[in-house]
């Protein structure tokens, strides 16, 4: 009889796309459902997907109480998967797999008692650290402080209820009560190597450059222009670099939007990147804004990078990092623990103190000028992501640990 694996998350399929696709690949004895509110990339025909909806809208009237909203957020998704369960009548199901920060399982637990459960538990704020979770120019208004252990309640209760949990990093793990890091594995999600890889850029590439065939390119790439990410601390670096190198254009890839971070509060503009172009008079000649592009586009840009530009504060580690360093990227990265954990100055890339500008742009415009100097980092990067971080890697130990 073949083994029922159901996922659950907010949008199918979430980080366990390629995991999914490995089980079906490699396992003939598997069977897949997916739980999920949308679809955010086509997933295969094998795999059996059932939406759900929250029970109410997720907009919150004002009279919502404040330090409970998050909590209500992920009840209203507990509730809503618990009902989309039992209607859906799930024949035999096995394994129970959910992202627990989004509100998954809890109801599951008691109802389906033999159903084992795997929580993929992606960070936990803690507030007797608030020093490593907010950039100290912007902190977080004191009644969102306070709500910090109710945003981690569901998340603690999943770390004693489900039966195997996970994170994809240790920094990630070491942000969990110490009392429960030996339950939490240590397995990524595996970075795909064949598309981030090596090479020149083909003639039917995608990527339409917007600066000159020869110039210098910095890359800089996140999901969301935001503090969190340093979109600030770029342009800073970017705008003193760009006054003393005259060749080198900056290509930034993001939406200017903010996911994480509390800038919002203090900048006094709509966007985090309208508020951080006005603090210069910068050559825009220079500065190439894609918004968001193709995974394939985004392939060939870090192919064409000089220098790749990774800032964050202690936090999870953007897909970018991982995948500018598997496409062979010169990546110049902030010196944090999640960075420190990959990132190995000298060997397979740079560090640099996070708010030490002037060290950062000298380390960015030798890398600019002595170019041959770097180029063994680039090996040894994609050599760390291979060896480490790879689909090849990662995705037959996720399988193991959700079969066994």
Request: a neutral charge; one cysteine or more; glycine letters at 4%.
């Amino acid at each position: 009889m073949a083994m029922h694996l159901v996922f659950f998350h907010r949008g199918c399929p979430g980080q366990f796309g390629p995991v999914i696709q490995f089980l079906l690949k490699h396992y003939d004895d598997v069977k897949i459902s997916f739980f999920s509110e949308f679809k955010h990339q086509k997933i295969p025909k094998k795999v059996q997907h059932y939406p759900f909806q929250l029970l109410v809208p997720q907009q919150f009237s004002e009279t919502s109480f404040f330090f409970s909203r998050n909590f209500e957020l992920d009840s209203r998704s507990i509730l809503a998967i618990y009902e989309a369960v039992e209607k859906a009548g799930l024949e035999a199901p096995d394994v129970f797999i959910g992202h627990v920060g989004f509100g998954n399982l809890l109801f599951l637990h008691s109802e389906y008692p033999q159903v084992k459960t795997v929580g993929y538990f992606e960070i936990l704020y803690n507030p007797f650290e608030l020093d490593k979770f907010q950039r100290p120019e912007f902190p977080a208004p004191k009644h969102n402080i306070l709500r910090i252990p109710l945003r981690n309640a569901i998340q603690m209760l999943e770390l004693e209820y489900c039966d195997k949990c996970y994170s994809p990093t240790y920094y990630q793990r070491s942000t969990y009560p110490e009392a429960y890091q030996n339950k939490l594995a240590v397995l990524f999600d595996g970075v795909d190597t064949k598309l981030y890889r090596p090479g020149k850029i083909q003639a039917k590439s995608e990527l339409k450059p917007t600066w000159p065939p020869h110039a210098k390119v910095v890359t800089y790439v996140a999901r969301g222009l935001e503090s969190f990410r340093g979109f600030d601390i770029f342009m800073e670096v970017a705008h003193r670099v760009s006054k003393k190198h005259p060749d080198v254009h900056f290509v930034i890839v993001g939406e200017p939007l903010t996911h994480y971070g509390t800038e919002g509060f203090h900048i006094g503009e709509q966007t985090f990147k309208e508020y951080v172009l006005k603090r210069h008079r910068y050559d825009l000649n220079r500065f190439h804004f894609l918004n968001w592009i193709s995974e394939s586009v985004l392939a060939d840009l870090y192919r064409l990078s000089d220098c790749h530009f990774y800032w964050t504060i202690p936090y999870t580690l953007s897909w970018s990092f991982f995948q500018s360093m598997s496409t062979g990227a010169i990546l110049m990265g902030s010196q944090t623990a999640p960075v420190e954990e990959v990132l190995k100055h000298g060997e397979n890339g740079l560090l640099v103190e996070p708010y030490n500008i002037d060290s950062q742009v000298e380390q960015m415009l030798e890398i600019l000028r002595e170019p041959q100097k770097y180029n063994p980092l680039r090996k040894a990067a994609r050599e760390t992501i291979l060896q480490n971080y790879s689909f090849e890697v990662c995705l037959p130990r996720l399988a193991e640990f959700y079969l066994k």
